[in-house]
């Protein structure tokens, strides 16, 4: 008989807790939204307070049947990454926002490391960039120098601490590696890194595997036994091949594929998973503009989500001319990394809002395509499988525009819960398929393929 776990799913917008079995069958599930906090283009906060009474109370809720709480093997823990926050150590009081995975508020520190760049690739996994913790931190450090008891970490590391029993200052090994001072081959916080941080190994959380025993939790009294990234979580949710390129098309869209990054395109390398014995890698692509652009978009020109989402049709028209729309919401990301851009319309004098909203889907399939491109450099094996999941996959329009940019069948899983699903597939270590799909099958789309080049063109020139 299959074990049941409890997984918690911290995103952006949303924490949800369920109980499943590790086969992946939900059996009860609470949600919560918190909000994000966007105080102007760079500085995005959150409430730290807040998300954890959205973790309390939706632990609550999923535990009120006392039939499911003996019968829970152990807890799991996906969270998004890259977010930041102060506490005290004592009494566990915030002493800081929860600073976004969004905030590029450390950008004038990140620019001043451009000399050495490559040497924080190679320790780190990653382009150097002020999406992830090193810059926050230290911008934190900055702003709190006269609190003389204070801890600063991942997101993760001040929920585990109020979570869990003993009150630990911990984080694992997927959020550390979203730090930037995460060595992800050595397996330990980088003096180097640190260094060029401003920042020091002694004040940062010690760090397990993802799979590792990380205390009871208060709520439930059940013992924590997988702690990892969302994405991390998703890609495992999602996936049901060896060699796939899978798709989390959330507030960010992230291309993730179990092959070695390649060297010199601008894709990360980040930690899949790990146990004291052994580590799995991913690579990955990020583009910050995915819902977030809609919901950028959406406040520009007054629409509601629905109504941005009424105006695109289920398919793409390979005789219409459309205006392009630039996507640098929330910055450039993978492969250009280019840093802050504003957002803009190109190649139209149309004022039609529909035809406006279009150029938005497309832009994020536009990214997310050639994203999957530099991925695909020096694969030897073949086709891969391209599978697509999160809120925006739910537009037919996205999925049929990778498809024809693509050239591969593109699948969609129903499985609305990926996150919390790639928990329980990762808890039992099983590759379990997603649940049933639509598949996109490419054809041939002159028209796309013309805005396509014009916007990778525009990006490519962006300085």
């Known amino acids: 008989m299959k074990s049941k776990i409890l997984a918690i799913d911290i995103g952006t917008h949303s924490v949800r807790s369920a109980i499943l079995c590790t086969s992946g069958k939900v059996l009860n599930l609470a949600g919560q939204s918190i909000k994000v906090n966007n105080l102007d283009n760079e500085r995005i906060e959150q409430n730290g307070e807040e998300i954890l009474n959205a973790v309390n109370h939706t632990l609550s809720a999923v535990l009120t049947e006392p039939i499911h709480t003996p019968q829970i093997d152990h807890a799991a823990i996906a969270i998004q990454r890259s977010t930041v926050i102060a506490w005290h150590p004592e009494n566990g009081k915030t002493l800081s926002p929860a600073i976004s995975w969004q905030d590029t508020r450390g950008r004038q520190q990140v620019n001043s490391l451009k000399h050495c760049e490559t040497e924080i690739h190679r320790l780190s996994g990653l382009v150097l960039s002020p999406h992830y913790g090193a810059s926050k931190i230290h911008w934190l450090r900055q702003q709190l120098a006269d609190q003389k008891k204070l801890c600063i970490g991942p997101l993760i590391s001040y929920l585990l601490f109020h979570l869990l029993e003993n009150a630990p200052y911990l984080c694992d090994e997927s959020n550390a590696s979203r730090t930037q001072l995460w060595d992800i081959q050595q397996r330990r916080w980088s003096k180097t890194l640190c260094e060029y941080f401003s920042l020091s190994t002694e004040a940062l959380p010690s760090v397990l595997p993802t799979h590792s025993h990380y205390g009871q939790l208060k709520n439930g009294n059940i013992p924590l036994k997988l702690v990892c990234g969302d994405q991390n979580a998703a890609f495992l949710g999602l996936t049901n091949s060896r060699r796939p390129i899978v798709i989390n098309a959330g507030t960010g869209a992230f291309v993730l594929s179990n092959q070695p990054a390649p060297p010199g395109t601008g894709i990360l390398t980040t930690i899949a998973q790990s146990t004291n014995e052994s580590v799995d890698y991913l690579s990955e692509a990020c583009i910050n503009g995915c819902a977030a652009a809609i919901t950028y978009f959406c406040q520009q020109y007054d629409l509601t ?159």
């Open 305 to 463: 989500q629905d109504e941005f989402f009424n105006h695109i049709p289920s398919t793409p028209d390979n005789k219409k001319q459309l205006p392009i729309f630039i996507n640098c919401v929330g910055g450039l990301a993978s492969p250009w990394w280019k840093g802050a851009h504003k957002s803009f319309f190109i190649d139209s004098d149309s004022d039609s809002i529909q035809e406006r909203c279009i150029a938005v889907i497309e832009s994020i399939a536009f990214l997310i395509s050639k994203n999957i491109q530099f991925i695909e450099t020096g694969n030897k094996e073949g086709n891969w499988d391209i599978i697509i999941g999160g809120g925006v996959s739910q537009s037919n329009y996205l999925c049929q525009t990778i498809a024809n940019l693509t050239q591969k069948k593109v699948y969609r899983t129903d499985a609305v819960e990926a996150t919390l699903i790639g928990l329980a597939k990762a808890s039992d270590n099983e590759d379990l398929p997603p649940t049933a799909k639509t598949f996109f099958r490419p054809y041939t789309n002159i028209e796309l393929q013309s805005r396509y080049h014009q916007a990778i063109t525009v990006y490519e020139t962006l300085t």
